[in-house]
């Protein structure tokens, strides 16, 4: 995670942090209705044995797992990745709207192009209609941390349990 809003870096300097506990604690003091929503999400995801790291989003490590065939299923900015406009609610706003966060899936790396395969729900995204497209790797690292002011910067990697430890 790159989410500092939610999560301290202090708590990732050493192995035996309760990230529960932490986020518990936490919630005493932000209250916001957002922050207690993704704070209850992830407690709920550790306690059913996710794991939570805090890593450096590099090329490196988006290549790592797609290199090997494992999907990336990720939260990120999609007025950045787009190019597009602001938004209130569903309507495009330069002016009065806000950054809007998407969640897509990394399927695919072009090491000639340093180019990432997208696999995107949104039918009406500027790229293709087909839902699958590419992008350089450099703005959909971009992308991702600046989905941290939506609150939806976010990077699952899903693997079977015996798998997990593996990486």
Same mark, same amino acid.
């Given at each position: ?35 207690? =929503? #993704?704070?209850?999400?992830?407690? $709920?995801? &550790? *306690? ?8 450096? +989003? ?27 406009? =602001? #938004?209130?609610?569903?309507?495009? $706003?330069? &002016? *009065? ?8 899936? +990394? ?61």
């Amino acid at each position: 995670t790159c989410n500092l809003q939610l999560f301290d870096p202090t708590w990732f300097a050493k192995d035996n942090v309760n990230l529960c506990r932490k986020l518990q604690k936490q919630q005493r003091y932000k209250k916001e209705r957002k922050m207690t =929503r #993704e704070s209850r999400a992830f407690m $709920d995801f &550790l *306690k059913l044995g996710g794991r939570v790291r805090m890593e450096d +989003l590099t090329r490196d490590l988006i290549r790592r797992y797609l290199r090997k065939g494992i999907p990336i299923l990720t939260g990120l900015s999609s007025t950045f990745l787009y190019r597009s406009a =602001r #938004e209130t609610g569903e309507v495009f $706003d330069d &002016l *009065k709207g806000k950054p809007s966060g998407h969640f897509v899936v +990394l399927c695919g790396y072009d090491k000639k192009t340093k180019h990432v395969r997208i696999a995107d729900p949104f039918g009406r995204n500027p790229y293709s209609p087909t839902l699958k497209y590419e992008v350089h790797i450099d703005r959909v690292i971009c992308s991702i941390l600046l989905g941290a002011y939506t609150y939806d910067a976010n990077f699952l990697i899903i693997r079977p349990k015996d798998q997990s430890r593996a990486m």
